[in-house]
Every structure is written in structure tokens, then in C-alpha cells.
């Protein structure tokens, strides 16, 4: 079984962008670095909005990656630079990356929006239109 988490974030202002990418690096270094990393994905949508698909050994490699290093350290940036922001999880016995039209699926039924100082009219719903899920980058452990 892997541990498959999806994530999406809106950035709601192009000026929080420079530190936005900053964080982003920093934090995709650290996951290829981390313990229990097996694969993933990060997808750049329409109006600065971001995508990410990892797979986990289990959920507790995924929580120590989130809460450590510089992925703990954006998270709370990410309160004030996003205008939405969601997550969803799940288990499969697959170990490869689910498609995004199934990420997209998955987030709208099973998702949860995250806490954000700025929502958006749609953050609550996660009534976002879907990505455009070509020109997505793999993340590769290191």
C-alpha cells in the first residue's frame, strides 16, 4: 500500500510569488530527500495556481516531511499568500502516480480545504474550475 497525498494552492497575488518560489525549491528539495518519499508530481495550473502529487511509503514518512525543514516552514506562509488551498489522501496498492484527472476527482469528493486568512468564493466549496493537466514536472527521489 501506498500513501497518495494531492494538494492545491492558489496564489492569490503575484507579488507573494518570489517568496512563493523560494519556498517551493526548498521544499521539493526536501522532499526527494525524505525518508519514505516514493514519487510524485507538481503540476502548474492557470491563474498561479499549483498542484502537487506525492506517494508516501506510509502516512507517517508523509507527516514527518510536512511538519520539518522548509516544507514547515512555508506552511505557514502559505495562510496568508494563498486565496485557496486543499488537500486530500488516500491508500492504493498501486505504486504508481494516479492520473490528474483522478487527483482533480478525488480532491472535490474527499478533499478538504485548508486554512487560508484570504479565502476565495470557491475556497470553501473547492468549486474551482479543473487544471489543465498538461506540463506537469515529476519530482524524483534524490
Known sequence: MTFVSITRLRIRSWRFMPGFAVQAIGSQRQC?????????SLLPDRKLTFWTMTLWRDQAAMR??????????AM??????????????????????????????????????????????VHASLGFAAPRTGGAAPIRPA
Open 32 to 40: 526527494r530527500q525524505a525518508s519514505g518519499f516514493l514519487n510524485g
Open 64 to 73: 514527518a516531511y510536512i511538519v520539518g525543514g522548509a516544507h514547515g516552514k
Open 76 to 121: 505557514s506562509k502559505l495562510q496568508h499568500w494563498c486565496d485557496e488551498a486543499s488537500i486530500v489522501h488516500w491508500t492504493q496498492d498501486a505504486d504508481a502516480l494516479p492520473d490528474w484527472d483522478e487527483a482533480d476527482r478525488r480532491m472535490r469528493t474527499e478533499g478538504r480545504p485548508s486554512k487560508v486568512r484570504h479565502p476565495s468564493a
